[in-house]
């Protein structure tokens, strides 16, 4: 029986919707978006603010000296390029649904200072029974300790978890502990396996 659904943010529920703020951005750069996003996500100060190694503003100011900014106009940066994410609605209104059949979780490779800056944007990490930020804890995905440390907060078994993430590297690390897994790639198909597995 399924007794808990955790889902991933970035990509999933917090997701691109307007690109060409980023597009704009890279152009005077003069990168493409995908650099530019490489950059942002990838690089080695992403991984240790993701890791709670590094302030948000020290990984922001690599950024920013990677391409041969100012530093000290890191927020105006961080501003315009998420200014074209959005929360999909839609998927937090069926993560709602879910509630009480089963528990629902949030576990998100994020920078330090996420939970705060989501909080003052944003209303749906209270959804969540439990909710983890990798700079938080110190490990981020697809460490198979993440996984634990989320199964072991909810109460709940391996076996008894559904894990939704729209990176296959992190699906595979939880399917290996025994998860169901749901790779997203849209809302439609990932709301119609989640049921599925539900309904088994």
């Not at 529920?13 to 530019?36: C, F, N, Q, Y």
């Not at 950059?39 to 590094?54: A, D, I, P, Y």
């Not at 949030?106 to 003052?120: C, I, P």
Request: charged share 25%; proline share 2%; aromatic share 10%.
């Amino acid at each position: 029986m399924i007794k808990a659904v955790i889902f991933d943010m970035g990509g999933v529920i917090l997701r691109t919707v307007d690109p060409t703020k980023r597009e704009a951005m890279a152009k005077r750069l003069g990168v493409t978006r995908s650099e530019l996003e490489k950059v942002v996500f990838q690089s080695e100060t992403s991984v240790q603010s993701e890791l709670g190694q590094l302030s948000e503003a020290g990984h922001w100011r690599a950024v920013l000296a990677y391409f041969n900014q100012p530093l000290d106009c890191y927020q105006d940066w961080y501003g315009e390029f998420f200014s074209g994410d959005a929360i999909d609605r839609e998927l937090i209104k069926f993560i709602g649904a879910l509630k009480p059949k089963v528990k629902v979780g949030l576990l998100s490779n994020a920078w330090v200072n996420t939970r705060q800056n989501l909080t003052s944007r944003h209303d749906f990490i209270n959804i969540f029974d439990v909710s983890i930020f990798s700079s938080e804890v110190g490990l981020r995905k697809p460490d198979p300790r993440i996984f634990d440390l989320i199964l072991q907060q909810l109460g709940v078994a391996a076996g008894e978890a559904i894990f939704v993430d729209d990176f296959r590297v992190n699906i595979d690390s939880a399917a290996a502990l025994g998860l169901k897994t749901v790779w997203y790639q849209d809302r439609a198909r990932a709301i119609k396996k989640i049921t599925r597995f539900l309904n088994m």
